[in-house]
């Protein structure tokens, strides 16, 4: 992704929601409404803390339920209000939500392995992934877009979301975040503009999959 011209480079923060009982469970989540559970809590309230020594001017949050729940003690730590859009939402896994991973691959093995290695379109319900890309992608730009020159914003989203954008972000070609493992709960991602003579930057992979 190429960023508009600036001064100081901007960093970008791409935070993974905590627990919930569904990812303890392997349970297939998509848009479906999950709370947090106990540890899930535990981890935003640590993580909290950390993002709070990263100086976030801006704070933008997917709108489903575990997302707010990680949002607010980050709000709480930095100061900042949330933006809650749902572009920043996890895919729409049609039909497939609220399987868990057992009865996923029992209904449908092959689309199940397909599905585990994170080729998401195998799933024919699901939201298509050039589409999470897209709206990803647009809103990430917009949110980086509003921040001052060495500034830094964060955004919490979903562990696939997160995936697809890190890969569109960073140029790569169509597919390549399935090189990239998946996040952990209360992981998080940092890109950083890497400026040129012109003061142009574009993103650049500083850190993937931290977690507190």
């Known amino acids: 992704m190429r960023a508009k011209r600036v001064s100081q480079p901007r960093t970008l923060i791409l935070l993974r929601h905590g627990r919930t009982a569904w990812n303890h469970a392997g349970r297939v989540q998509g848009q479906l409404e999950v709370d947090l559970d106990d540890v899930g809590r535990e981890q935003a309230e640590r993580v909290a803390d950390v993002m709070a020594?990263?100086?976030?001017?801006?704070?933008?949050?997917?709108?489903?339920?575990?997302t707010r729940q990680t949002c607010a003690p980050v709000a709480a730590a930095t100061g900042l209000v949330p933006t809650y859009d749902a572009r920043l939402r996890e895919f729409f896994f049609g039909e497939r939500e609220g399987l868990t991973h057992g009865e996923?691959?029992?209904?449908?093995?092959?689309?199940?392995?397909?599905?585990?290695?994170?080729?998401?379109?195998?799933?024919?319900?699901?939201?298509?992934?050039?589409?999470?890309?897209?709206?990803?992608?647009?809103?990430?730009?917009?949110?980086?877009?509003?921040?001052?020159?060495?500034?830094?914003a964060l955004a919490v989203s979903h562990g696939a979301a997160i995936r697809v954008a890190t890969g569109a972000l960073l140029g790569w070609p169509d597919d390549a975040f399935h090189t990239l493992r998946g996040l952990d709960n209360c992981g998080w991602v940092v890109l950083q503009e890497h400026l040129d003579l012109h003061g142009v930057g574009a993103l650049r992979l500083v850190a993937y999959n931290r977690t507190a």
Request: some cysteine; hydrophobic content about 35%.
């Open 53 to 66: 020594t990263l100086s976030p001017s801006l704070l933008w949050c997917s709108d489903l339920a575990r």
């Open 104 to 152: 996923y691959a029992a209904a449908a093995p092959e689309e199940f392995e397909q599905f585990r290695r994170g080729h998401y379109d195998a799933c024919p319900s699901a939201e298509r992934t050039s589409a999470v890309e897209i709206r990803t992608t647009t809103v990430l730009g917009e949110l980086l877009a509003v921040t001052e020159p060495g500034g830094t």
